[in-house]
């Protein structure tokens, strides 16, 4: 079974500052891919960034980046420069070969 | 490209009652997934389809829900009927490829129960 924890209920960052979002999974597939995705208030959710399990280097798009620490079972979620439509909850989440399995969540807000 | 379309935005019944949910897909996308996301948690799938055929429903409780996907398009989820635990939001997405990949999800159909 495949299980995703985020340990981070809450986070709060200041505009054009930097943010590191947690998370920690469990699974006995050898081949997954884990993303994060993020909904914003009242809107549908959007997939932020992936992660191939099988490729070392940590995926980026524009200011999000993740580290991914396989042994550890480790993929956080790091921000740059936020913005404040950067705010929303964010979920990490972890597929093997069909299922998508989704974490509690952080919610995210931006200090102007 | 249209996104996924799912109605009612917003449903509020009393307990017992039944409740349906539709979901419309992205045109090509074999894969369809609902999910129920209650508030302060993550979402949890209920059931998945590969076309019209049920891939994984074992966390969706039988005794009162039940999904179709007719023609492989449309979805339908139903509740009958309602405890006052459904109470949540109920998310379709769906997706090009059965493994992995990035889901699209729709705005979801908020249910109330009374």
């Known amino acids: 079974a495949q299980t995703v924890t985020q340990s981070q209920p809450e986070m709060s960052v200041q505009e054009a500052e930097t943010v590191t979002l947690s998370c920690t999974y469990d699974t006995s597939e050898s081949d997954y891919y884990l993303f994060w995705y993020k909904q914003p208030p009242s809107r549908q959710m959007i997939l932020v960034i992936r992660?191939?399990?099988?490729?070392?280097q940590n995926a980026t798009e524009n200011r999000f980046s993740v580290n991914f620490q396989k042994a550890a079972k480790s993929f956080s979620l790091k921000i740059s420069d936020s913005q404040l439509g950067d705010a929303a909850m964010y979920f990490c989440a972890s597929q093997g070969a069909q299922k998508l399995v989704f974490g509690q969540g952080t919610r995210l807000t931006i200090n102007p | 490209e249209a996104g996924v379309a799912q109605s009612p935005r917003y449903k509020i019944i009393e307990k017992r009652q039944s409740v349906a949910f539709w979901c419309n897909p992205i045109s090509g996308h074999a894969t369809l997934y609902w999910y129920q996301q209650i508030l302060g948690q993550g979402p949890k799938l209920l059931i998945q389809f590969q076309n019209n055929g049920v891939v994984d429903d074992s966390q969706l409780p039988k005794d009162r829900f039940s999904a179709e996907r007719l023609k492989g398009v449309d979805s339908t989820l139903k509740i009958q009927p309602a405890k006052l635990e459904d109470s949540a939001v109920y998310l379709c997405?769906?997706?090009?490829?059965?493994?992995?990949?990035?889901?699209?999800f729709g705005e979801g159909s908020r249910l109330t129960v009374l």
């Open positions: 997405a769906s997706s090009f490829y059965r493994g992995p990949g990035e889901l699209f």
């Open positions: 992660q191939e399990a099988y490729k070392q």
